[in-house]
Each structure stands twice: as C-alpha cells, then as structure tokens.
C-alpha cells in the first residue's frame, strides 16, 4: 500500500508532544512491513536547524487562503535510518518562527490561516509529486481540513478518487477552533457550517471537521476511543463521535525500543533483561537512590513518576495523599517533571521535610528518566484522562510495575493484579478505577503490601510486563489492518459521502 501522513510535527525534525514521536516512527515500520510510506510537515525554522539534510525539490505551487493566494515550497529529506521520504512545505512567512504554533504563551493568530495553508499544500503535494496513494493519514486538528479538501474539492480528480482518508485523535482536549469568519479562509461553502460538519457553537472546528469528513477515525487506545464518545471525555465532540462509531478505534502506539530497553541502554549502571533482572534491577536502584540522595536500601519500595506536573496526570490525587505517606510510610519517592506552579512548591517542600525519602527535580532529563525508569519498584502515573500513555509501557519493559489510575491507554496496557489476573498470568500492576485519592492510596498499599510480603509474586508482575509486546512493529501492523479495511470500504463504495 502506498500511504502519506500527514502532520504538524514529526521527531527528529520538529516536536511539541508525543505525536511527534508517533508520526516520526510509524512511517518507519510500515516501510519495514514491505509498505511505501511518505510524510509531509512544514518546514519550521527547527526544521532547519534539527542537523538532517533537506534539499530543495524546485517544485513550487500557488493555494488560495481566502480572497488572496499564496505560494509554497517543497523541500526533501528522509526519516533517519530509513528511505522513507519526508516532504517539507515551505512558506517562511507561517513557518519559519521561534516556535510551532505560539508565543509567550499565546498561540499565534494566524493559526487557523497556517494549517490551511499546510492542508492545501499537502493537497496539491500529492499531485505535483505524482504520488499514487491509497490511503491519507492525518493527524489531529492541524490537518482536519485534508479529508474535506478530498471529498468536496478533489474527490473527482484522477489520481485521488481512490485515497481514503484517515483521522487519528492524538488527544482531544485540543480541537484546534477559531471564530467564525475564519471559515473564508478555507474557501469551503458556508453551507458546510452547520453543526453537523464544521461548526461547534457559533466557532469552525478543523478536528470535528476531519472526524466527520474522513473516512475513518482513530485515536490512540482503544479504550480512549470508546471514552471520547461520553460526554466526561469527549469535550463538546462526543454526539459526532457517537455518530462516526461504525468507523472508529483505537491502536495503541508503540514504543521505540532502540531508545527504550533495559538491555542496550547506556544511561544504566547496569543492564538487563528478563533473565537478568534479578541481579541488574538492584544495582540501578541503588545507583538511582545514590544519584537522588535518598537513602541507599533495597528493602524499601521505590515510587517513581515522571511526567507534566499538571492534573491531566493525576497530580492532584498525589498531592492529597503524599504529605502523610511522606511522613508515615516507609516508602521513597523519585518524582521528575515540570509543571504547574503549586506541584513544584509542594514537591520541593516535601522533599526538604523528607530529603531520605522523597527525591525531587523539577526539569526536562531524557537520562534521569531512563533511570528513573530502570532504578524505581514502581511506577505511579494516576492520570485523570490517558490517550495512550507512554511512561507505563516503559515501565514494563524496565521491570517496574505499574500503579495506574484505570481509563485511556493506562486501561489497555496494565491488568490490575487479583487473584484471576496472577493465575492467569496475565496480571502486570495494580489499577483503579475511582477518580479520588483515597482510591489511589489503597492502590498503592496493595502495591507496596505485595512488593514487601509477597517477592514471588513480585518478581512475576515484573517478568510478564517485561516479555510483553509493546513494540511499534504491532503498531503498524493494526494500522495496515485498518488501512486495509478502510481501502476496500472506500473502493467498494461503502464509505459515505456526507
Ligand atoms: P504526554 O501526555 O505528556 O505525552 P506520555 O506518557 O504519553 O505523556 O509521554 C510523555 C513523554 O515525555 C515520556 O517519554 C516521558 O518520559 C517524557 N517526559 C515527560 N516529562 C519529562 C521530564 N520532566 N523529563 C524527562 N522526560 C519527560
């Protein structure tokens, strides 16, 4: 199959979250399942200066935004380690700025201007690099534009009658929505606003745009796909979600096993595999508790979290629980992360109170993270919502299990431990699914009581987690799964033209 994603950022060359970790990798496995896979970004100032080559193509083209029109620039590079092409659109004017989409803490104005511009460049991309593609995968609300470009401008043009177009919801929270006369921009009739198609309460919205005029929808868990149809989770979107149901799921996404594996990695004081936890786990804890000042003991349980300090993540749950679990538990804390002001003045109060037990840094480190990852008994991550979740997915291939709060990703990777769970062998941490702190605190007892009193049990959780799959290989097996069905569907004439 001959696939293109699109995308606002994609690693090594430009990234905000984790879809830029997404798009960077899946093109690279579906290139290695025998598949032709393309990306297409913009070409930002980071871009640039990211250290891969770009050449220029001489390839340029004129799109309409609203009354004017402007011209864009395809640039060529490659996904490192890989053939796969990667086109950039340049426009200096939108792209080349110090940031991604905003400034001092403001988004830029021009947002909505920028990614339509993006959408219909990628539009005219396919064309003037004579691509023959099956299937267009887009991604969040920078390029919701694309699949409705595709059914109401291009739909009958060789060369895209027979795209299927695919949507993944990276996370919903962020729906990319602008005042209403921002709608002349695209060049779409007004009669596409209605609250069926592009209007959300008097605003256009490019992500429910592309949820309605795409040919399917994905998010990234399942479980997060069936969330994002109730209105606790949806944000305004559930009722067309609900709509869409037929043709929408979830695929987790991967982990990137060059970077995220216990037995290569350099950031260790010592590597390991399943076979070699034993012995290699307790020297990266005692080495973690060293490099963190906490007290150097291999009987007590290490609680590690790493991530946003915000309540996305559940901090307010910790915050309530973890002053009297500072001061009454044997129990030692490695929190990394950066976030809200009130979660940095709590942590580094309590990590004065408690310097033995609660270790504190509030800052962005790719290698404490890894050890973090590898030194700590587990791993807390109490999310209030969870689209996928990268950190606990980590956590199992490390050895460390996993203290979740039960929704999204967290919900589909880790099986709470009972005694169904551990004879069945598939248990590989401990869940809950109350949204309260007093949840969360029992949770983490049941997790501690189990690392203490029970080490065979212990040393189970820790092998099944460890030998899962979690790999970007099944990733992008599911997605040609869905591809394929999406393709048949379209080319059969199933798919409706809304
Ligand atoms: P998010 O919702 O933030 O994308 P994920 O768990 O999906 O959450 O991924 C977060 C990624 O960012 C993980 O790779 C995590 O290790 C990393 N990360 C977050 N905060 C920090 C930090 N302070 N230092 C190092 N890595 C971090």
Known sequence: MNILVATSEAVPFAKTGGLADVCGALPIELARLGHQAALILPAYRQVRYCGHPIERMGIDFIVPIGSKTVTGHLLRSRLPDSGVPVYLVQQDAYFDR?????????????????FVFFCRAVMEAIRLLGLDLDVLHCNDWQTGLIPAYLKIEYRNLPRYEKISSLLTIHNIAYQGMFWHWDMLLTGL??????????????????????????????????????EIQTAQFGRGLEGVLQHRRDVLSGILNGIDEAVWNPAT???????????SVDVGKPLCKAALQRELGLAERRDVPLVGMIGRLDDQKGFDLVAEIIPEWAATADVQWAILGKGEPKYH??????????????????EYSDPLAHRIEAGADLFLMPSRFEPCGLNQMYSLKYGTVPVVRETGGLADTITNADDRTLASGEANGFSFREDNALALSETL??????????????????????????????????????????????????????
């Open 98 to 114: 110090d940031e991604l989409y905003r400034q001092n803490g403001q988004d830029f104005q021009d947002n909505c201007e920028r």
């Open 189 to 226: 009739d007004w009669k596409y606003f209605n609250w069926h198609q592009m209007e959300y309460y008097g605003k256009l919205n490019l992500l429910k745009t592309g949820i309605v005029f795409s040919d399917a929808v994905n998010t990234v868990s399942p479980r997060y796909a069936q």
């Open 265 to 275: 990695d350099s950031n260790l004081a010592a590597r390991y595999t399943p076979d």
């Open 345 to 362: 003045d709590l942590f580094t109060q309590l990590a004065k109170s408690h310097p033995e037990k609660v270790a504190v840094r509030l």
């Open 445 to 498: 007892r049941r997790a501690c009581d189990t690392y203490r009193n029970r080490p065979d049990v212990w040393k189970r959780l820790i092998r099944v987690g460890m030998r899962q799959d979690w790999s970007w290989r099944r990733s992008a097996t599911e997605y040609v799964r869905l591809y394929e069905s999406m393709v048949s569907r379209v080319r059969s004439g199933q798919a409706t033209v809304r």
